[in-house]
């Protein structure tokens, strides 16, 4: 018997989607690695199996994880991808829902053209540090939005060198960190390149927007505002407010089909 699965993307953060309503798949690191190799597997920097939620009966839980194998609280784009999944294949009633993730339950909101708008709960500043490149250093700020980011205004992007991993400092950040360096544009519009733990950089993140836009409207003194974040993979908007945050974005699909479950149990270990 084969194992079913959907490719899709957020922006071009793209992820391998399982559906596995009762979690019966032994989803081992190495099958994860396996799953998201671009060349000996699907390809992705994620993989996201969809299980019912024991915790919220009736719900859905996008149990996340890295590219890398490792488990994550959150995904933004994840998120979109994983909502639309369950929108599209009849498992959830009418454009507006909850999502169980790690981080807690996120609500769900899907319009008419396939825009997905998330509740990313409330996005809290805990401090500063730096993110450290070869020679260069890049002071930060830090913000918890249900995992933890690191975001370092710089001048400009393309300078930067992200196949290597930046440094930063373990006793602030214990359980690693997605680093994200922006350049502010204007008021309402940044540009954004990240690395993230356990993937390297990718071409969207979404936690990483809502981070960027908390800690550009920190470093101005303001706690509260909206912003189009540009990342390479194409362009979210992220709404600040008192208590929560949203992000919108697209939700793409690009395939489904069916793993050979000789090449699955060869990759458990």
């Not at 009736?58 to 999944?85: H, I, K, L, Q, T």
Request: proline share 5%.
């Amino acid at each position: 018997m084969h194992i079913p699965f959907v490719k899709g993307h957020g922006t071009e953060n793209d992820f391998v989607l399982l559906p596995d309503p009762d979690a019966a798949l032994d989803l081992t690191p190495a099958r994860v690695r396996a799953l998201c190799d671009r060349r000996g597997g699907l390809g992705a920097d994620g993989v996201l199996r969809v299980v019912r939620d024991r915790e919220h009966p009736g719900a859905w839980f996008m149990d996340y994880r890295n590219a890398d194998g490792s488990v994550a609280e959150m995904c933004g784009n994840g998120v979109r991808v994983f909502a639309r999944y369950l929108l599209d294949d009849g498992l959830v009633e009418g454009r507006e829902f909850p999502v169980g993730t790690r981080a807690g339950v996120r609500d769900v909101r899907i319009d008419e053209h396939g825009e997905v708008t998330v509740d990313m709960g409330k996005a809290a500043v805990f401090g500063e540090s730096e993110a450290v490149l070869g020679d260069r250093r890049f002071p930060g700020v830090a913000v918890d939005v249900g995992n933890p980011h690191l975001v370092c205004r710089v001048e400009r992007l393309d300078d930067l060198d992200l196949t290597v991993a930046p440094e930063f400092d373990r006793a602030v950040f214990p359980d690693g960190v997605n680093v994200e360096f922006v350049v502010v544009e204007a008021p309402d519009r940044i540009r954004m390149r990240v690395h993230e733990r356990g993937v390297g950089e990718t071409r969207s993140c979404g936690t990483g927007t809502v981070a960027a836009v908390t800690g550009v409207l920190h470093a101005s003194g303001h706690q509260t505002g909206a912003a189009d974040v540009d990342i390479p993979g194409g362009r979210v908007r992220v709404v600040i407010g008192d208590d929560t945050c949203t992000l919108t974005g697209p939700a793409v699909f690009v395939a489904r089909g069916e793993i050979e479950r000789s090449w699955w149990e060869s990759a458990a270990e």
